[in-house]
C-alpha cells in the first residue's frame, strides 16, 4: 500500500520499523532510518520563514480590507459636527482631520504611521487611538485568560472520561453537553446568566468591572462554548490514542490504569487539542466583542462596539489590526511548536 502524504506544509513520516514484503505470508522487518537532524533543522527554518511572509501578507491584506469596511459604515464628520453646522466648518473639520484627502493617500498615510506605531486620534475620545486600547487590553486579556482555564478545566476532564467509559452514561451525557453548548450563542447565554443570576438571585454584578465577582459571569459565558468544542476534540483525540499499540504495550507491562490514561495516552493525545487553543484564542479576542458589549465590560471589544457607532476610523482600525496579529502569530506559535510536540512531524 502506498503511502498518502498530506496536502499543505505538514507531512507525517513513519518512524517505527518497516516492513518488506518478499512473497506470500513472509515479511522481513527494516529499522528504519535515524532522522536527519539537519535536513529537519533547514526544513523548519523554511517554513518559519515562509510562514512570516504569508504573516506579512495576511495583515497587508487585513490592513486594506478594515481600511474600506470602515470608511463604508459613513462619513465620521456626521459624528463629529452637529446638525447645525455649516458646510465651512464641515470643510475646517475635514482638512483638519485629513479627511478631504484621497483614500489613497489616507491609507498610505495609515500604513506609514502603522509602521511607527501610531494610528492616530480618536475622533470619539480625542486621545491616541494606540493608548486608548493599550489601556483596554488587560481587561480583554484578564477575561479571555479566565475563560480559557474554565474551558480547559472542565473540557479536559469530561473529554478524558466521555473517551474511556465509551458508550457510557458519562459519554451519553458529555455529547449531549457537548450538542448544547455548540448551539447556544455566547451572548445569548450571558443573557441568561444575567437574567437568572444577577437580576432572580442577585449573587454577582450584572455589568462593569469592579471585583473578583464581576468576571464570574463573562468569563462563563465566554468559556463554556470552548467547553464543547474543545471537550469533543480532546474525545476524539483520546480515542485514537487508547486504541494504538503503544496503550497496549503500556497495559501489558502492568502499569496502573491511571498512569496510562492520564500520562501516556493524554500526552500523546494533545496535540491536536493544543493546536485548537491558537483558534480558540483568536477567537476569544473577536468574541469578547458581543460579551464586552452585554455586560459593559471596558475590554477592547466594547472599545471596538463603542467606535464602530462613533465611525472613529482610528481606533476600529487599531483594534481589528490588533485583533489580527493575535491571532495571526498565536497560529503561528502553534504551528512551529508541532514540531517539538511530535517529532514525526516535519516541514516541506
Known sequence: MGRHTPVG????????PAFLDTGPGRAIMVPSAPPDTTRWSELVQRYIFVRVLQTIVALWAV??????????????????????????????????????????????TFIGNAFRGEFGESFKWRRSARSLVIDRLPATLALAGLAIAIATLLAVPIGVITAVKRDSVFDYGGKALALIGQAAPPFWLGLVLIWIFGVALDLVPTSGR???????LPAVSLGLFWVAALMRLIRSSMLDALDSEYVKLARVKGLPEWKVIWKHTLRNAAIAPITYFGIILGSLMVGSVSIETVFAWPGVGFLAFQSVLARDFPVIQTVVLLFSVIYIVTNLVIDILYAYLDPRIRYG
Open 9 to 16: 506544509t505538514r507531512a507525517f513520516l513513519d518512524t517505527g
Open 210 to 216: 469592579s471585583g473578583g465577582t464581576s468576571y464570574i
Open 63 to 108: 490592513s486594506i480590507i478594515v481600511f474600506a469596511l470602515a470608511r463604508i459604515t459613513g462619513n465620521p464628520l456626521d459624528t463629529l459636527l452637529s446638525f447645525e453646522s455649516t458646510e465651512e466648518d464641515r470643510v475646517r473639520v475635514a482638512a483638519a482631520w485629513g479627511l478631504d484627502r484621497p483614500l489613497y493617500v489616507q491609507y498610505f
